[in-house]
């Protein structure tokens, strides 16, 4: 079968022909119908050590698949189901997955296309069905990148959710996979004003059609205009989904006080906090990835229409130039590889 792979630190991926996959006891295999492409993909390919991951490896890990066959012993779940895949694989055991954190497991949490091979092939394998979310006549390539570009956002959003109420102001840094989804949700859970910022005209265009009241560029000026726009305040609450210094740094610039920044980008950057770097008692907080449950109640909304994810689709074959425009910049929304 077909599979794109991180062959080798500091190139870029290829298109490989591998064995095809057999389940073991308790595994599922899937047959890959659609698997997003997140920026993460290319942290783990410009990280000097991938991350510490071993290679080749299989990218991937928005994944949306039928399931194929069922390893012995494996329950749960029929074999034709269509569904997406939670890609935290915690232990389910420690005191965080038996919270419903699988993200933030205390053995390691291992996923699909980071650490293991991932969504991008003709098949892969999910190690127990309990991994697994029925999405009914759910289009796949809309679903995939629920997994992540949605339920990352969403789990962001709901860990400040009591600080969005009515009249507040909330900033949004970064309109690509997660942004443009992290917009929709806002708009749709809370009554806050919504400012957007990208460094492009048609990101901002996207976070127009997204819902945002607001867009602006970010750069310089950004805070200043937020500052105004808020009447001298500053924003409630800040998300940034690019995660590198500058933004960092504009995400705190625009907040006021009482105000919270969630850090959500994995760009390498960050922020110093300080009793005269941050405005009076702000919150940094960090938030990595979702739990299972909010990732079935994302496919409800999808359901329902209350959220759309923007796709753009390659074959397996083309997934490496995919690779390259996400790095340049270029992909408006997700884009998913399609076998
Ligand atoms: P993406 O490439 O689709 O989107 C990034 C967006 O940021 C693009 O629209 C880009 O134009 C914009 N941008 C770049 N520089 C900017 C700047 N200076 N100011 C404002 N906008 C700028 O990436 P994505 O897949 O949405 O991922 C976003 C980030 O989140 C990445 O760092 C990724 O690794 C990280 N991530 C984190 C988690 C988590 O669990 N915390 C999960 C998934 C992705
Ligand atoms: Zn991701």
Known sequence: ?????????????EVVEVAKPQPGPGQVLLKVTAAG????????????????????????????????????GATGIEVGTPVIVHGCWGCGVCEMCAAGKEMLCLNGMTSPGLGSDGALADYMIV?????????????????????????????AILSVLPKL?????????????????????????????????????????????????????????????????????????????????KTAEL???????EGHVVLVGAGGGGVKVGFFTVPSNT?????????????GQLVTMA???????????????????AYQLLHEGQIIGRAVGVP
């Open 251 to 257: 995400a705190v610039a625009c907040a006021g006080v």
């Open 165 to 245: 109420k009515g009249g507040t102001t909330t900033v949004v840094i970064g309109v690509g996979g997660l942004g443009h989804v992290a917009v929709q949700l806002l708009r749709e859970l809370t009554g806050t004003r919504v400012i957007a910022m990208d460094v492009t005209q048609d990101k901002l265009d996207l976070a127009k059609e997204c819902g945002a009241h607001e867009v602006m560029p970010s750069g310089p000026d950004a805070a200043e205009a937020v500052k105004k726009l808020t009447g001298g305040r500053g924003a409630h609450v800040v998300f940034d989904f690019v995660g590198i210094d």
């Open 37 to 72: 492409l997140c920026h993460s993909d290319e942290v783990v390919m410009s990280a000097p050590d991938a991350l510490g991951y071993e290679l080749p490896m299989t990218l991937g890990h928005e994944p949306a698949g039928i399931v194929e066959e069922l390893g012995e």
């Open 283 to 295: 919150t940094i907080s960090t938030s990595l990835w979702g739990g299972r449950a909010e990732l």
């Open 303 to 321: 359901q329902r229409g209350q959220i759309h994810i923007q796709t753009r689709t390659f074959s397996l074959d083309d997934v490496p130039k």
């Open 127 to 155: 190690d127990t069905p309990r991994r697994l979310v029925p999405i009914g006549d759910l289009d796949p390539v809309r679903a995939a990148s629920l997994t992540d570009a949605a339920l990352t956002p969403y789990q």
């Open 1 to 13: 079968m077909k599979a794109v792979q991180y062959r080798k630190i500091g190139q870029r991926p």
